[in-house]
């Protein structure tokens, strides 16, 4: 199932978990449709310029060099969730490993959880909502983002 909805342009695709491994790079440059899948492994819809995906948790540098689109994750995401993205809106509704919106220069990301150090560095851009905590060094050297963390 790995590049599953590789470059996708209309309609829908539903995964369903197999149990054995975590599909990666899952609608990786997709321009239009939507995706439903259980558990999401590394390279989640990366490269993502339109449509949506809906996952149950993901691995890392999910959502990575987004320009539009959509993800949601219900449950947990790993690390690097949103890096050098240029538009596109990320909900992570558990918690985020380190490094979410890393680079970042536009766009929207949402984690109700909690999230790892260095959250919104050396980013540009957009916004960034952490509505648990946060750990060190989040915003270091960022500039024209903005950052909301604890704010229930």
Same mark, same amino acid.
């Given at each position: 199932?790995?590049?599953?909805?590789?470059?996708? *342009?209309?309609?829908?695709?539903?995964?369903?978990?197999?149990? /054995?491994?975590?599909?990666?790079?899952?609608?990786?440059?997709?321009?239009?449709?939507?995706? /439903?899948?259980?558990?999401?492994?590394?390279?989640?819809?990366?490269?993502?310029?339109?449509?949506?995906?809906?996952?149950? *948790?993901?691995?890392?540098?999910?959502?990575?060099?987004?320009?539009?689109?959509?993800? #949601?994750?219900?449950?947990?995401?790993?690390?690097?969730?949103? #890096?050098?993205? *240029?538009?596109? /809106?990320?909900?992570?509704?558990?918690?985020?490993?380190?490094?979410?919106?890393?680079?970042?220069? *536009?766009?929207?990301?949402? #984690?109700?959880?909690?999230?790892?150090?260095?959250?919104?560095?050396?980013?540009?851009?957009?916004?960034?909502?952490?509505?648990?905590?946060?750990?060190?060094?989040?915003?270091?050297?960022?500039?024209?983002?903005?950052?909301?963390?604890?704010?229930?």
């Amino acid at each position: 199932m790995d590049f599953a909805g590789l470059e996708l *342009s209309r309609g829908t695709l539903i995964l369903s978990s197999n149990g /054995k491994s975590r599909p990666s790079h899952v609608g990786e440059r997709m321009s239009s449709g939507i995706i /439903k899948m259980c558990d999401a492994g590394d390279y989640l819809g990366q490269g993502m310029t339109g449509g949506g995906i809906v996952a149950s *948790s993901c691995g890392t540098y999910a959502f990575r060099n987004m320009s539009g689109g959509w993800g #949601v994750i219900l449950g947990d995401a790993g690390s690097f969730i949103g #890096v050098n993205n *240029s538009g596109g /809106k990320i909900l992570v509704k558990g918690n985020a490993g380190e490094r979410v919106g890393w680079l970042m220069r *536009s766009g929207r990301i949402t #984690v109700l959880g909690d999230v790892g150090d260095y959250a919104g560095i050396l980013a540009k851009g957009g916004l960034i909502r952490i509505r648990g905590g946060a750990g060190e060094n989040a915003g270091w050297r960022a500039g024209g983002v903005r950052i909301e963390i604890g704010r229930r």
